[in-house]
């Protein structure tokens, strides 16, 4: 059983930068794979970015390539989103996800993964 704890959302004007963080429990957190996703009201909840356990590989949504980056520490048990040039439409509940991995590719679907954050709120403001 792995606990993932979210931190770092917020109000950020447009054109500005949050960092999020993931901080797991559990002393495996190194053969975890991890990713972000998202969800704004009224819509489904989509994939942001993910991470393999290693940190070698990375996948970015189209709408976040540039702008976004997806971290991780093993060594202290966090995966971080570095959010940069905020939009309006970046606004959503944002999850961390994580699930063990045999081997190092990406997981990009919301089945792939068995655990989840509680969700922390991002808004992108006007």
């Known amino acids: 059983q792995v606990e993932l704890v979210e931190s770092g959302g917020g109000l950020v004007q447009a054109g500005g930068s949050l960092r999020l963080s993931c901080a797991a429990s559990g002393r495996t957190f190194g053969r975890y794979a991890m990713g972000w996703f998202r969800q704004a009201p009224g819509k489904e909840r989509d994939v942001v970015a993910a991470i393999t356990w290693s940190g070698d590989h990375t996948y970015y949504t189209d709408s976040a390539k540039g702008r976004f980056t997806i971290s991780r520490d093993n060594a202290k048990n966090t995966v971080y989103l570095q959010m940069n040039c905020l939009k309006p439409e970046d606004t959503a509940v944002y999850y961390c996800?994580?699930?063990?991995?045999?081997?190092?590719?990406?997981?990009?679907?919301?089945?792939?993964?068995?655990?989840w954050g509680q969700g922390n709120q991002v808004t992108g403001s006007s």
């Open positions: 996800a994580a699930d063990v991995a045999f081997t190092r590719r990406i997981m990009t679907t919301m089945g792939e993964f068995r655990y």
